[in-house]
Each structure stands twice: as structure tokens, then as C-alpha cells.
């Protein structure tokens, strides 16, 4: 069974920073694009940043300068690290990644179940 579970998430103050983790197992033939979203509360998922299998990155607006995604394909690990924490950040952050399980032709999309990242003094 591959799966996505991601971590690093907690209670950071305005300003702050802080890493997160994300980190695919199982029987795994290849890894494509992989990327973070979030949800903030009664607000709608949005796209906060992707990376290719090649390492070229895609940002949101609000977050470039701020955030920056990487991956480590020998551990099949995706992080967002990130910088001067803004209370809009606060939000569920999930884990995406489009991934081809082995005696599979295709790929598919995954899910993390969510880290909780949340900015207050």
C-alpha cells in the first residue's frame, strides 16, 4: 500500500519558520510531480507550491519569497520550508504527490492526511 504521511506542522509565532516533511512508501516505480496545498478554515484548498521530477517549482503568489519547496527522490521525500510566517499561513497543509506503483501503467494521485500549521503571537 503507498501512502503519504506528512510532518512538521505546530504552532509557530508571526515572523517564524518552519519545515515540513513528506514522505512516500510502499511499492513505489516512480514519483512525478509532487506538491503541498492548503486549507485554511472555512476557506477553499488552494495550490501553495509544486515540484517536477526534474526540480522546476511552481509558487503561489502569496507565499513566493516566502516558501520554498525541494525533494529528495532517494527518500521520496517532499519539503516546504518556510519563512516569515504570516497568520494567513495558518491552515491544514496536505501532501500531494502523482505517483506509479510498481505492476502498475499508470500513475495516480495521492494524498497526505494533513499537518496542522498554525501562526500566533
Known amino acids: 500500500q503507498v501512502q503519504l504521511v506528512e510532518s512538521g506542522g505546530g504552532l509557530v509565532q508571526p515572523g517564524g519558520s518552519l519545515s515540513l516533511s513528506c514522505a512516500a512508501s510502499?511499492?513505489?516505480?516512480?514519483?512525478?510531480?509532487m506538491g503541498w496545498f492548503r486549507q485554511g478554515a472555512g476557506k477553499e484548498r488552494e495550490l501553495v507550491a509544486s515540484?517536477?521530477?526534474?526540480?522546476?517549482?511552481n509558487y503561489a503568489d502569496s507565499v513566493k519569497g516566502r516558501f520554498t519547496i525541494s525533494r529528495d527522490n532517494a527518500k521520496n521525500t517532499v519539503y516546504l520550508h518556510i519563512n516569515s510566517l504570516k497568520p494567513e499561513d495558518t491552515a491544514v497543509y496536505y501532501c500531494?504527490?502523482?505517483?506509479?506503483?510498481?505492476?502498475?501503467?499508470?500513475?495516480?494521485?495521492?494524498w497526505g492526511q494533513g499537518t496542522l500549521v498554525t501562526v500566533s503571537s
Open positions: 500531494n504527490a502523482r505517483i506509479r506503483e510498481r505492476y502498475f501503467v499508470t500513475y495516480r494521485e495521492l
Open positions: 510502499g511499492t513505489i516505480d516512480d514519483i512525478n510531480t
Open positions: 515540484i517536477t521530477s526534474s526540480c522546476s517549482t
